[in-house]
């Protein structure tokens, strides 16, 4: 199994890509802001051939990137329907900055292919199968993608729900605690202690470690809520 992962320019968000092997189809995850170029380069030097692109949530900074991505290649885009209108309008969950100044003049349009995940639906793509997990809370549409990784041990594409010491933020449009908290009780929390979270943003991490160390999921299981 070939994973790999980097920083966008902006924010720092992680775009992924994951294939069965080098030369094989591959599925990138969450193309952000200015990461063409190493994408391309990355695909490239491990002779992929991307198949569809994976959403964890319809944010600017997981999306930016997407419609080029998918319509160079001609693949499919998908993301939960909650977050669908964040893919339409990114503006929508913006409250902060000029929606201008983060498009930079650019005129967007979503992807010409859009598919819609569902909870619990295994997603079959490039080989690899993808369970999809709606975990609410940072957006309305949020989610996780599950997959079976090298050695047996799950891999958790976590997006902003979960980061290695801490969880999403949920003061934007869309964002709820009590939802949030949900997910962290009845979608982490049950996960293995060796899952790998790749997250958002920061580095791996695993659900052992934060399910002993990360203050909100240690707040989640004790008192069930997050104060």
């Given at each position: 199994?070939?994973?790999?992962?980097?920083?966008?320019?902006?924010?720092g968000?992680?775009?992924?890509?994951?294939?069965t092997?080098?030369?094989?189809?591959?599925?990138?995850v969450?193309?952000g802001?200015?990461?063409?170029?190493?994408l391309d380069a990355?695909i490239?030097?491990h002779?992929?051939h991307?198949?569809?692109?994976?959403?964890?949530?319809?944010?600017?900074?997981?999306?930016f990137?997407v419609?080029p991505?998918?319509?160079?290649?001609?693949?499919?885009?998908?993301?939960?329907?909650?977050?669908?209108?964040l893919?339409?309008?990114?503006?929508?969950a913006i409250?902060?900055?000029?929606p201008?100044?983060?498009?930079?003049?650019l005129?967007?349009?979503e992807?010409?292919?859009?598919a819609?995940l569902?909870?619990?639906?295994?997603?079959?793509?490039?080989?690899?199968?993808?369970?999809?997990?709606?975990?609410?809370?940072?957006t309305?549409?949020?989610v996780?993608?599950?997959?079976?990784g090298?050695?047996s041990?799950?891999l958790c594409?976590?997006?902003?729900v979960?980061?290695?010491?801490?969880?999403?933020?949920?003061?934007?449009?869309?964002?709820?605690m009590d939802?949030?908290?949900?997910?962290?009780?009845?979608?982490?929390?049950?996960?293995?202690?060796?899952?790998?979270?790749?997250?958002?943003?920061?580095p791996a991490?695993t659900?052992?470690?934060e399910?002993?160390?990360n203050?909100y999921l240690?707040q989640v299981?004790?008192?069930?809520?997050?104060?």
């Amino acid at each position: 199994m070939l994973v790999k992962g980097f920083p966008a320019d902006a924010f720092g968000t992680n775009c992924y890509v994951v294939a069965t092997g080098p030369g094989e189809q591959c599925v990138v995850v969450d193309p952000g802001i200015g990461v063409i170029d190493r994408l391309d380069a990355l695909i490239e030097e491990h002779r992929l051939h991307p198949a569809a692109v994976l959403l964890t949530h319809g944010h600017l900074d997981h999306t930016f990137s997407v419609t080029p991505v998918c319509g160079a290649r001609g693949v499919t885009a998908y993301i939960h329907p909650d977050d669908r209108e964040l893919l339409k309008d990114p503006t929508k969950a913006i409250n902060s900055v000029d929606p201008r100044q983060l498009l930079g003049g650019l005129e967007w349009s979503e992807p010409d292919d859009v598919a819609e995940l569902v909870d619990g639906a295994v997603v079959s793509l490039a080989g690899l199968e993808f369970t999809v997990d709606h975990a609410p809370g940072h957006t309305r549409g949020s989610v996780l993608f599950r997959v079976p990784g090298p050695e047996s041990a799950e891999l958790c594409l976590s997006g902003d729900v979960l980061f290695a010491g801490s969880v999403g933020r949920v003061d934007l449009p869309g964002g709820s605690m009590d939802a949030m908290v949900a997910s962290l009780r009845d979608k982490i929390l049950p996960l293995a202690d060796e899952t790998v979270v790749l997250p958002g943003h920061g580095p791996a991490t695993t659900i052992g470690r934060e399910r002993v160390t990360n203050p909100y999921l240690l707040q989640v299981a004790e008192a069930g809520t997050v104060s």
